[in-house]
């Protein structure tokens, strides 16, 4: 048995995980699974930092959690699986991630107005200020919908004339 680890990992908006039918988690709880465990297919699955869920497409849902598992040895540079897991913490950072998002939004705009000398679609840049908005509880869904689809819009624009 391998000396247990934090790690982290990420539940839907109701504390379950995207794959299986397991029932909402609740913090403190632990859970074994037994059986061979197989990396993708069997057994808890951790990332061994944020960064690694984060960018290894593991962010199923708004819920970060901190847990608490015991490394098998499956594992690859991003994600382990083990036996158990305890949900030691658990956050709600859709609003985070939304700003997050509106940020590298940003950047990008920006970015590509200094690499071709264009201002971008006033369309793009409202979806970004609408996604803030909606972030900070200002506008509705339905408004951030609209602001979407006029920038899904300038992008098929700018996609044709380029």
């Known amino acids: 048995m391998s000396k247990p680890i934090y790690a982290v990992h990420f539940l839907t908006e109701d504390y379950t995980p995207k794959h299986g039918n397991e029932k909402p988690w609740k913090v403190g709880e ?6 061979t465990l197989s990396l993708c297919k069997k057994g808890y699955h951790y990332c061994h930092d944020w960064k690694a ?32 897991r305890t949900l030691v913490g658990a956050w709600n950072v859709e609003r985070e991630m939304r700003l997050f998002a509106a940020d590298e939004a940003e950047r990008c705009l920006k970015a590509w107005e200094k690499r071709s000398g264009k ?44």
């Open 30 to 35: 632990t859970r074994t699974v037994k059986g």
């Open 53 to 84: 869920a984060l960018l290894g497409d593991f962010l199923y849902g708004p819920i970060a959690c901190i847990v608490k598992v015991e490394p098998s040895g499956d594992e690859d540079d991003h994600k382990g699986v083990s036996h158990t």
């Open 119 to 162: 201002v971008a679609d006033i369309r793009s840049w409202a979806a970004v200020k609408a996604a803030r908005a909606f972030a900070n509880n200002q506008i509705s869904a339905d408004e951030l919908s609209a602001a979407e689809s006029a920038a899904e819009s300038a992008a098929e624009s700018a996609a044709r004339s380029a």
